[in-house]
């Protein structure tokens, strides 16, 4: 029997804070077709709707309020999730690139080209966070 992500997550102790973890399950929920397809059922009992509506103005109103707050709520926990995965992204690279110029810099003692090159990349690690 398989376990669960989260059941694996908990199991190794997530030092992540409640928001993150919200963030994450929001993330994966919204980009998979049933929330699509939630979506597509929120507009369509909307536009049946209308016979029930005594005033147009106000059924227009209704689907402009409810979409501008989801996608308000949605914007924020998508830029997040988007940010977090940037940033554990360039950790990765930052790593990558550090071993690198470490293999490198273990070899150039014979290449003066190769040390130079060694020195740019040392210099460019953690560039994103000086800029």
Known sequence: MERSDAAETRERGDRRSLFDRFVQTAYLRVSQAPFFFLCAGVVIVWLVSLPLWV?????????????SVVTLLLLVLL????RRAEEASQEKLNVIAEALAALMASRSRTDPDLEEATQKLRDAIGLEGRH
């Open 79 to 82: 830029e997040n999730a988007a």
């Open 55 to 67: 005033d147009l103005k106000a059924w227009q109103v209704a689907i402009h309020t409810v979409a």
